[in-house]
């Protein structure tokens, strides 16, 4: 088949229209921009992180600027939680990390809040101050019990 | 009763002798592929025949399906007061799932069955044969361009039949049901990862290529060089195609969590 410029460029258009529709997925629907080893990337230990799962967003006053990279158990039997933010975030150091939920059941996240400390936390530091997640099941365990029990009744 | 069993048995016989044929005609492709002149000019060609005039069946039907999706994920969804994860439902059941396999399956139909036809009838009128008595090794001239094509030509069209279906979706599910577009397309972010669910995308697009290029390719060098072989050759690239697209499809999903 000989060299026809018509169809040469009718593939070429072809492959990128491909290739633009690979880096479209890529970058606006896969979230190209939370890459795992361009951030910052910090550990938080907590007692109790009830349903988090990896992926969980990370936010600042509700703006997300990461998420949950990996879950593991140290070795006191605490929950090891790797975080990868956005590279361009400062932290202070004594900013503390709870695990919160969206509406009364819904997903786990992480939410941030600020210190004020002069320091700001470096990539592979710890976050120091955790709250642990509120389960509903035993918050409701002990609302029942505390009813129950402690008033003696009078004779 | 005997004969049965043996009926089985040389069906086994035929199948593992055609796998191990097929490892065969794979390792003479990958050397030919390796071998110069590479033969640039015929893959351009391929890329035009195969994936080119694949466009407009894979967008047509790339944006049907995401409609169909976009209607039926409404319908159920808004039973649950869930509508708003619109995004996410026909995101990731056509990124994860529906784009590569029923592009793969299209594939298969419109340009799989053409490849075999055309290898089958050069085999059928000894084209093949012409070539090798030049010494021209034919899985060299025209075998192996139109496999590495198909493997080519796989990601980008499950790409583009993945963009026209969230298109399709966004059509029904916004401009139609009156949802909120940036909700949709939130939801829809929120819900893919770039690692888990686009690269596994593109790679089973990827294995799915390779696939459908192998046996295409492997169904027409092998023919029985008659109208008949030809034709029962064409049909069986697109049962053989299509089965293990969908087979291999629940290993990949199984093994690598895609």
Request: aromatic fraction near 8%.
């Amino acid at each position: 088949m000989s060299r026809s410029s018509v169809r040469d460029f009718v593939v070429g258009l072809f492959v990128l229209a491909g290739l633009g529709a690979v880096a479209y997925l890529s970058m606006n629907v896969g979230n190209f921009s939370f890459r795992k080893d361009g951030g910052l990337t910090v550990f938080a230990q907590f007692d109790e992180i009830g349903g988090l799962k990896a992926r969980a967003p990370v936010v600042i006053a509700g703006v997300k600027v990461g998420q949950v990279d990996s879950i593991a158990l140290d070795k006191d039997y605490r929950a090891r939680i790797t975080l990868s933010l956005d590279a361009a975030l400062k932290l202070p150091v004594d900013t503390s990390a709870s695990i919160v939920t969206a509406g009364l059941l819904g997903d786990r996240y992480i939410s941030l809040q600020l210190g004020g400390d002069d320091k700001d936390l470096k990539p592979g530091d710890e976050i120091r101050f955790t709250e642990s997640a509120v389960l509903l099941e035993r918050l409701l365990g002990k609302f029942i019990y505390n009813t129950n029990s402690p008033t003696p009744k009078k004779e | 009763m005997i004969t049965l069993v043996q009926d089985l048995g040389w069906a086994a016989i035929r199948f593992v002798d055609h796998l191990g044929k097929l490892a065969i005609f794979a390792a003479q492709i990958v050397r030919a592929a390796l071998t110069r002149p590479a033969r640039l000019r015929a893959f351009v060609n391929e890329l035009f025949t195969l994936g080119v005039l694949s466009l407009v069946i894979v967008c047509v039907c790339g944006l049907a399906v995401g409609m169909v999706l976009g209607l039926q994920g409404y319908n159920t969804l808004v039973r649950f007061g869930a509508a708003q994860s619109l995004g996410a439902v026909v995101g990731l059941s056509l990124i994860r799932e529906l784009g590569p396999v029923l592009t793969a399956l299209l594939v298969t139909g419109r340009a799989g069955s053409a490849t075999t036809a055309e290898i089958g009838t050069m085999v059928a009128t000894e084209q093949l044969d012409g070539l090798r008595m030049m010494s021209i090794n034919p899985v060299h001239l025209v075998v192996t361009p139109k496999t590495l094509a198909m493997i080519a030509v796989m990601p980008l069209l499950s790409a583009l039949f993945i963009l026209f279906g969230l298109g399709g979706g966004y059509f029904v599910g916004v401009t139609l049901m009156g949802l909120d577009g940036g909700t949709y397309v939130s939801s829809l972010q929120s819900a893919v990862d770039y690692y888990d669910d686009v690269v596994g995308s593109l790679l089973k697009a990827l294995v799915f290529g390779i696939l459908v290029g192998l046996i295409a390719t492997y169904r027409g060098y092998t023919a029985k060089p008659t109208s008949a072989g030809v034709s029962a050759a064409t049909t069986s690239t697109v049962v053989i195609g299509s089965v293990s697209v969908l087979i291999f499809d629940y290993f990949i999903t199984a093994l690598w969590g895609v």
